[in-house]
T-cell receptor
Framework: AQTVTQSQPEMSVQEAETVTLSCTYD???????LFWYKQPPSRQMILVIR??????QNATENRFSVNFQKAAKSFSLKISDSQLGDAAMYFCAYRRRGGSEKLVFGKGMKLTVNP | DTAVSQTPKYLVTQMGNDKSIKCEQN?????MYWYKQDSKKFLKIMFS???????INETVPNRFSPKSPDKAHLNLHINSLELGDSAVYFC?????????????FGQGTRLTVV
């Protein structure tokens, strides 16, 4: 079974600084997807960034970028120029390639942004 | 227009009652899911449906029964509610052909059993 591990339950960062959230996963599959979701206090689950395992290039979305190390099964999220609105729970998630596959989530990490 | 909408957003009920949560998506997706987020924020799949057919049924008590009248709707009915059922329940949808992998989530239903 696939598992996703987020070892840091909480982190804090100063506004405008950079922070990196770590995630590791375990799978025997070679083709899959990885995601970072953000859950602010509003409870809404918001997709931050997505990475296809077959792509060697790391995904980027504005201030958000990932460091995808397939051999190490590591998928970290870097948030640059942190903003107060980035404060939220962040979940790393895995999904097998194929139709109708479920998301497997890590336990989440609470990010606090200090002004 | 809300892509995935759940009703109600909040639900407070007594132990032993039966309740339903409704979910609708207007994205044209063919796969819908129910996830449960417990008090420690852990998210776990409960069920998924593809074109009205149940395809994932994780270890969930029989008191939970999903129903999908059409591919745009997936409802969750819970019988004989217990204190441990208190959680946030998320509905989600995605396109099951694997080309677009993103799952869109509803705003969640916070269920409190007293």
């Amino acid at each position: 079974a696939q598992t996703v591990t987020q070892s840091q339950p909480e982190m804090s960062v100063q506004e405008a600084e950079t922070v990196t959230l770590s995630c590791t996963y375990d799978t025997s599959e070679s083709d899959y997807y990885l995601f970072w979701y953000k859950q602010p206090p509003s409870r809404q689950m918001i997709l931050v960034i997505r990475q296809e395992a077959y792509k060697q290039q790391n995904a980027t979305e504005n201030r958000f970028s990932v460091n995808f190390q397939k051999a190490a099964k590591s998928f970290s999220l870097k948030i640059s120029d942190s903003q107060l609105g980035d404060a939220a729970m962040y979940f790393c998630a895995y999904r097998r390639r194929g139709g109708s596959e479920k998301l497997v989530f890590g336990k989440g990490m609470k990010l606090t942004v200090n002004p | 227009d809300t892509a995935v909408s759940q009703t109600p957003k909040y639900l407070v009920t007594q132990m032993g009652n039966d309740k339903s949560i409704k979910c609708e998506q207007n994205l044209g997706h063919d796969t819908m899911y129910w996830y449960k987020q417990d008090s420690k924020k852990f998210l776990k799949i409960m069920f998924s449906y593809n074109n009205k057919e149940l395809i994932i049924n994780e270890t969930v008590p029989n008191r939970f029964s999903p129903k999908s009248p059409d591919k745009a709707h997936l409802n969750l009915h819970i019988n004989s509610l217990e204190l441990g059922d208190s959680a946030v329940y998320f509905c989600a949808s995605s396109q099951g052909n694997g080309l677009n992998t993103e799952a869109f989530f509803g705003q969640g239903t916070r269920l409190t059993v007293v």
